[in-house]
């Protein structure tokens, strides 16, 4: 049974954007059951380049990436999450659709990388740097055996890991 995960960030332009491609790639080429989503809570309607840039600039393919908000995945139909992570801490803030299912929820609080100064160059270094430290928990996630986890033991988990 697949693990879903839903990422979200408050405009789904960048952070939630890039956890969304980390884990997906992860998986895939570690051969786990898990897929991510990603999703906002007032989507700006635009993914932000460099954040596709970075995802590209890894081998990650962005084809189909698009802003989206959250109510698609309250929606009938929609696939059910065994994990919520927000990224940013405006999203970790505000008050959250009920999710069915009752997923585990976490918050991975990431800067924004669109705020870092130093021009265009030392925005690419902040969402390499971001890219970077969201694949190594995205990494952590999968080593976790989530099949046969509690929801307890995996909140437990999920939080030891924005920790590290």
Same mark, same amino acid.
């Given at each position: 049974m697949t693990t879903n995960v839903l990422i979200l960030c @408050?405009?789904? #332009? +960048?952070?939630?954007?890039?956890?969304? %491609?980390?884990?997906?790639?992860? +998986?895939? *080429?570690?051969? *786990?059951?898990?897929?991510?989503?990603?999703? %906002?809570? @007032? =989507? #700006?309607g635009?993914?932000? =380049?460099? +954040?596709?840039e970075s995802l590209q600039n890894a081998g990650i393919s962005t084809d189909g990436y698009r802003s989206k908000s959250w109510d698609e995945f309250t929606a009938p139909g929609a696939p059910q999450m065994r994990i919520v992570i927000t990224v940013c801490d405006r999203a970790a803030a505000e008050q959250c659709p009920f999710w069915p299912g009752s997923p585990v929820k976490v918050h991975w609080g990431y800067a924004d990388p669109s705020n870092a100064t130093g021009g265009d160059e030392g925005k690419r270094l902040a969402f390499e740097l971001t890219r970077q430290a969201i694949g190594y928990r995205m990494l952590q996630l999968l080593q976790l055996p989530l099949a046969s986890m509690g929801n307890a033991q995996l909140q437990a988990a999920l939080v030891a890991i924005s920790r590290d």
């Open positions: @408050t405009h789904n #332009s +960048a952070r939630s954007v890039l956890s969304e %491609g980390m884990l997906n790639n992860w +998986a895939q *080429k570690l051969g *786990k059951d898990v897929r991510a989503y990603s999703a %906002g809570s @007032t =989507p #700006s635009r993914l932000n =380049p460099l +954040a596709l």
